[in-house]
C-alpha cells in the first residue's frame, strides 16, 4: 500500500507532472489534513494542481455522490479547470467523476447531470445559487468547497461566495485561491468562524488564530553574502569532486526517510546545523603542521571519473593506510596529486605502482617541486 507522499506523486506524474511547485508543496498535506485554507497564489504557481491532487487522493474509497464543488468566475474559467482535471483522469488513471456545468439555461440537463452522482462539479456561482434555491443539493455530502477566483472577478464576485458559503454544512471544507492579496481579508471574513490556514506567495504559512506579529528572520547582508559563497562551493563541489555512486546512496536514504514536502526544510536544517557547528578552520591545518607530507604524481584523472573522495578511498584500502596519513588531493583531468604522510610515502607508491585502476594501469611518483603537469 502507497504512502500518502508516494501517491501524491503517483498522480502527480498521473497529470503529465514531473515536480511539485512551492505553492503545491504548501497547499497539499494541508489540504489533506482537512484544513481550511486562503491561499495567495502569486503567477505560474501551478495553482490549479494544487487544489486538483488533494482533491482525487480526498476521493479515495469514497462512495458515490458528489463531494467537491469547484467554484469560479467564469466560464471560461470552468472550461480551464475541467481540461485540468481530464489531464489528471486520462485513460482511467484515476477513477473520478468530474462534470461541469458549461452551457446557460440548462438546469434541468444540470439536474440530471447531478442525479449520476458525479464526484466533482465545477461551476460558475450563479450556476451553484441556482441549484441552491431549487434545493437541489445535498450539502450533508458535500466535503469540500474550492473558490479559485482566476485571473478577474466580476463585481460581487465575493457576495455570491458569501451566500454560498451559508448554505453549506459547518463541516464542509473551503480552499479559497487568489492572485490578489487585497482579496484575503474579504475571504478571511467570510470564512473566519472555521480559522482557514492563509498562505502567502511570499511569506509561507500563518495560522489565522495567530495574533502575534510576524518575527521574520533576515540575514544581513555580510551573512548573506558569505552564506551564498558557501553554498556556491558546495555545489561546484557536488558536481566536480564528490563520487556520483556515493552520492546517489545518501540521495535514496534521503528519499526514503524524509518526506519530499519536506526535504527543502531538511537541506536548510542541515545548512544551518553546519553552520552553528563547525569547528575553527585551524584545527585540521594544526594536524597538518604536526606532519611531514610527500606529494606524489597518480597518472589519473577525471576523465576516468575520479574525484579526491574516490582516490583517496583506493589508496587507503590498497596501500593499508589511515585516511588521516593522506592530506590534500587535486585531481586533474588526466592526473592528481595527492601528499602522503611520511612514513607513508614508500609504502604507497610500493602498494599502488602498475595496479590497474579504473581500467588504467597506475604509475605513481614524486611529483617535480612545483607540482606542475608533465609533459605528455
Known amino acids: 500500500m502507497v504512502n ?94 468530474v462534470v461541469a456545468f458549461l452551457e446557460e439555461n440548462n438546469t434541468k440537463g444540470e439536474l440530471a447531470v447531478l442525479e449520476k452522482k458525479p464526484d466533482i462539479l465545477i461551476s460558475t456561482p450563479d450556476k451553484i445559487i441556482d441549484h441552491i434555491r431549487l434545493g437541489n443539493f445535498d450539502f450533508d455530502s458535500i466535503l469540500t468547497c474550492i473558490v479559485d477566483c482566476g485571473d478577474e472577478q466580476y463585481n460581487g464576485f465575493s457576495k455570491d461566495i458569501e451566500f454560498i458559503r451559508s448554505a453549506f454544512s459547518v463541516l464542509t471544507r473551503f480552499w479559497v485561491f487568489t492572485k490578489d492579496r487585497e482579496m484575503i481579508p474579504i475571504f478571511h471574513h467570510l470564512l473566519d468562524d472555521i480559522e482557514p490556514q492563509i498562505i502567502y506567495s511570499d511569506r509561507g504559512i500563518k495560522s489565522s488564530t495567530s495574533e502575534r506579529q510576524e518575527e521574520e528572520m533576515e540575514f544581513s547582508a555580510d551573512q548573506e553574502s558569505k552564506f551564498a559563497e558557501i553554498i556556491k562551493k558546495m555545489v561546484k563541489n557536488i558536481k566536480e569532486e564528490e563520487d556520483a555512486d556515493e552520492m546517489n546512496q545518501y540521495k535514496k536514504l534521503v528519499k526514503r526517510n524524509v518526506p519530499f514536502t519536506m526535504r527543502g526544510y531538511f537541506s536548510a536544517y542541515l545548512f544551518k546545523t553546519l553552520m552553528t557547528n563547525t569547528k575553527p578552520a585551524h584545527a585540521q591545518s594544526q594536524n597538518r603542521a604536526d606532519k611531514d607530507y610527500k606529494t606524489l604524481f597518480f597518472n589519473i584523472g577525471r576523465t576516468r571519473g575520479l574525484n579526491p573522495q574516490a582516490l583517496l578511498r583506493f589508496i587507503a584500502s590498497t596501500a593499508e593506510v589511515d585516511s588521516a596519513e593522506i592530506g590534500q588531493i587535486r585531481v586533474h583531468d588526466n592526473y592528481s596529486f595527492v601528499d602522503v ?17 579504473r581500467g588504467r594501469t597506475l604509475a605513481v611518483n614524486f611529483a617535480k617541486k612545483s607540482a606542475d603537469a608533465p609533459k605528455a
Open 4 to 97: 500518502r507522499e508516494q501517491r501524491i506523486l503517483q498522480v502527480l506524474h498521473n497529470g503529465g507532472f514531473s515536480e511539485l511547485t512551492f505553492l503545491q508543496k504548501s497547499i497539499i498535506p494541508l489540504a489533506l489534513d482537512g484544513e481550511n485554507i486562503i491561499a495567495e497564489t502569486g503567477v505560474n504557481a501551478g495553482k490549479t494542481v494544487s487544489y486538483i491532487i488533494p482533491s482525487i487522493i480526498s476521493l479515495d474509497d469514497s462512495a458515490p455522490g458528489l463531494k467537491i464543488i469547484v467554484i469560479v468566475p467564469s466560464v471560461e474559467d470552468v472550461k480551464k479547470v475541467s481540461e485540468q482535471f481530464k489531464l489528471f483522469c486520462r485513460e482511467g488513471a484515476e477513477k473520478v467523476s
Open 341 to 357: 604522510a611520511e612514513p607513508n610515502v614508500q609504502k604507497v607508491m610500493d602498494a599502488l605502482n602498475s595496479k590497474v585502476y
